[in-house]
Each structure stands twice: as C-alpha cells, then as structure tokens.
C-alpha cells in the first residue's frame, strides 16, 4: 500500500503534466503583459506562431523533455525577477525590454530570441536584483 502510494506521487523535481499547463498558462500571462506576439514568444521558445497559439489556447502543452520547456521557464525567471526589480511596473519592464542596453549589446528583447540570449538577459537581471 505504500509502495503503491510513493508510486503514485510525481517529484517535485519531475516535471508533470500539470506542471506543462501551468508553465504555459504562465507564458500566455508573460506574454499578455509584454505584449509579446506569437511570433515572438515563439522565437524565444523555438517554437512556430501556430504551435505557441495553440498553446496559449490551451489546446497544446510543452513538453518537459523539450528545449521549449526549459527556455519558458527561464522565461518565467526573467518575468519574475524583473517584476521583483521594477516592483510590479509591467510599462517600465516593456520599456526596458525595448530600450538598448550597453552592458548586454543589445535591447532585451532581442536577445532573448536566443537561448544564450535568454540565459545571459537572465542572469543580468539576477545579478541587478541581488544588489537591491
């Protein structure tokens, strides 16, 4: 009984379906809040238009096995951390995302079309929320 019981419970660590649905309910906010079209969330998730509409519909999910599941999360990361930066200003977080920035080469924006792009824009923002 419970062995049946510890089989029955997912990890924590293990991504589960729920987890899928939740991660890309999460993005479709992320991406309300930045006005970031399909296209574009989809460039951040390698991902095409119509597979990121499904998803933001609900009709589709990302896989945990997946690039895409991974870039979303650091997505949500980047969302996060920036909204702890700015305190909650969803205008001054999508100012900054299109604003150039010296220290990253580039505007926000358009590095995280790029997995390294994301991953550097992410710990950037960690590195500034750290100070605080």
Known sequence: MVAQAQAEQVSPSSPSPERS?????????????WGLSNARLGA??????PTVSRLRRGASALDPARKAFEAGQLLL????????LLGSDDAA???WLGTFN???????????????GLIA?????????ARV
């Open 21 to 33: 649905e939740v991660l890309a309910t999460a993005l479709g906010r992320v991406a309300e809040f």
């Open 44 to 49: 951040v998730l390698g991902l095409s238009a």
């Open 77 to 84: 990361r980047l969302f996060r951390s920036l909204d702890a």
């Open 93 to 95: 977080a999508r100012r």
């Open 102 to 116: 010296s220290d990253l080469a580039a505007k926000p924006i358009d590095a995280i079309a790029t997995m390294r």
């Open 121 to 129: 824009v992410c710990d950037y923002v960690d590195f500034h929320r």
